[in-house]
């Protein structure tokens, strides 16, 4: 299937402005060869209009219709075969083999979605039923459940071309909850964007949904963002990328007439404490590990870890000169694009010109276009607490060591740290127990805590949080990955003294659905009178 460097409106391929960019390889510098258009205000405009058309009619689609919806799109994209892959590695620089293991991400992240549909219980049905002898004042029904939010804009990120890109978990979570979707592609990947959205579309037609329940706009230019944000009939929006964007959209939407949540997936550098029995331990298999972690994927990976703290010790420097040889020893690959490789050289640049900062190790340079060298930097706990500069996410294979005097010292680090995503511990049973007032400090920092492993690898489940506190989110109590995120495209409504015949499946007195409800306060599947 060849590129055309169209937008997809509501199933439609359209081309009207006259603004053009292209993709590039980013390990050769080769500029590819379809030419892609930047979307006018009136094709997002058109977009958005589709998308609240369809709106009406795809929120009240069954639930298992619209799971065999997203097992479809699955379907489409698995169909799409080497040709996706292929398009994929020469657009991102991406391996073959981690292209094959996103793209399997993708598709398991929208089958469990459709499970999640199909169990039916993600609605959180919640019923108290009437009591009209009640004194003094009769208790009316009142039933409660979660429904679709509306059309809903999505940002392709670059650093997952698909798992969190067109058909990523924003994408997947809002189509489950019943909203509609325009999403704006990353325009370092407009190609893999497009033969996505492709398959989407392909999956809205064979499964009967309406036209305008997904649409894909291009463009190089933030305005193209900034109009699907601002168009007031968009209700939510869905962001993975960096701080500075994040805030952007979130501060637009906010300006709005009609505020609207915006759950941007911002900077993070997941601070990994190893504790002193762990390090006395096994320091060479942590520093191995931490090197391993750091330099993934070139350190393109929001949960990177960007801060590994441990206290002064002999241990300290036995793990740090393991830490230098296993990154001198490492090529690192292409990053994603020239602009993310130029912010990374200049902000190593800046974190090696600042005092009390000195260079553990670098990796070997490849010979890619947008090759970056892995960076290993240390300094003190005094010198961390002190220069706020030490604390900004560097994007790409770097990792700073602070090295602590004492426990305080340890838990000032931790107390000094913004929102991020995850925390890390290497720790004994015993540490944690002498540290527990770290893991205390840690809880309010972070969306996800570890013990004895890396940040790097989000397990899409129905636990998961891959969230935390701002600057790391714009919304704390919520997670882009993970079921939980189809309560971000949702919103509870209550039924008061409904007839039967007028309330949705999920709150009938029958429980036609078989789900779980929260029943008079009792949780149960059993039927209500
Ligand atoms: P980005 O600059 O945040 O861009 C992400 C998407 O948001 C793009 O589609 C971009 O559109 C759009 N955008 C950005 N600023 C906007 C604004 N003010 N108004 C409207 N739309 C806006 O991220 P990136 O291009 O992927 O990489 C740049 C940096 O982001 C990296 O160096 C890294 O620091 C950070 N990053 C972080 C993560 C993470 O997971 N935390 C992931 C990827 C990147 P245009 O491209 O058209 O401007």
């Known amino acids: 299937m060849q590129t055309t460097g169209n937008q997809i409106i509501a199933n439609n391929l359209t081309k009207s402005g006259s603004d053009t960019f292209y993709a590039k390889n980013p390990a050769t510098g080769e500029q590819l060869a379809t030419e892609f258009v930047e ?253 391993g972690s750091l330099t993934l994927g070139v350190g393109q990976f929001c949960t990177n870890p960007g801060v590994l703290v441990s206290m002064n010790s002999e241990e300290t420097t036995q793990f740090l000169k393991v830490a230098e040889q296993s990154l001198s020893s490492l090529s690192t690959g292409a990053m994603l694009t020239n602009q993310i490789s130029e912010v990374y050289q200049s902000a190593v640049n800046q974190m090696s010109q600042i005092e009390e900062v000195a260079t553990v190790a670098t990796s070997q340079r490849s010979d890619a276009a947008t090759a970056a060298e892995g960076q290993i930097f240390s300094t003190s706990a005094q010198r961390f607490l002190t220069n706020s500069e030490l604390s900004d996410e560097v994007f790409g294979p ?10 305080n010292e340890m838990l000032e680090v931790a107390k000094n740290l913004e929102g991020h995503l995850t925390a890390t511990l290497h720790a004994t049973d015993r540490d944690l127990e002498e540290y527990a007032d770290l893991v205390a400090i840690l809880e309010r920092k972070v969306g996800r805590l570890l013990v004895n492993g890396f940040p790097t690898g989000v397990e899409v489940c129905h636990s998961m949080v891959h969230g935390g506190p701002y600057p790391a989110t714009t919304d704390s109590r919520t997670t882009s990955v993970g079921t939980l995120a189809i309560k971000r495209f949702t919103r509870p409504i209550s039924y008061q003294n409904f007839p039967q015949n007028g309330l949705p499946q999920a709150l009938k007195n029958e429980n036609p659905l078989r789900i779980f409800r929260l029943v008079n306060g009792k949780l149960t599947q059993e039927p209500t009178s």
Not at 82 to 102: I, K, S
Not at 136 to 150: H, N
Not at 163 to 192: E, Q, Y
Request: proline share 6%.
């Open 398 to 407: 770097s990792s700073l060591h602070v090295t602590a005097q004492s426990k």
């Open 39 to 291: 979307a006018t205000a009136e094709e997002i405009d058109r977009a958005v209009q589709k998308a609240e058309e369809a709106f009406v009619i795809y929120r009240k689609k069954s639930d298992q219709e619209r799971a065999d919806f997203l097992d479809k799109i699955g379907e489409e994209i698995m169909n799409l075969g080497d040709t996706l892959l292929e398009l994929c590695h020469q657009e991102t620089g991406l391996p073959m083999g981690r292209l094959t293991g996103e793209r399997g991400r993708t598709v398991n992240q929208l089958k469990l979605f459709a499970e999640l549909l199909r169990d039916g219980t993600w609605v959180d049905a919640r019923i108290d039923t009437a009591m009209p002898d009640r004194q003094p004042l009769p208790k009316p029904d009142i039933r409660q459940m979660q429904i679709a939010l509306g059309p809903v804009g999505v940002f392709g990120a670059s650093n997952f071309p698909l798992a969190f890109s067109i058909a990523g978990g924003d994408t997947a979570s809002a189509l489950a909850a019943g909203c509609t979707v325009v999403v704006k592609g990353h325009p370092a990947h407009p190609g893999t964007s497009e033969l996505v959205g492709r398959a989407i579309a392909q999956a809205v037609e064979s499964s009967g949904m309406p036209a305008g329940t997904f649409s894909l706009v291009q463009g190089k230019s933030v305005e193209v963002g900034m109009g699907i944000v601002q168009h007031p009939l968009i209700k939510a929006i869905g962001f993975t990328g960096s701080f500075r964007g994040g805030k952007a959209l979130f501060d637009a939407a906010n300006q709005r007439d009609e505020p609207i949540p915006v759950y941007a997936e911002m900077g993070s550098i997941n601070p990994v404490f190893v504790l002193p029995e762990a390090l006395k331990q096994r320091s060479d298999k942590i520093a191995e590990g931490w090197v």
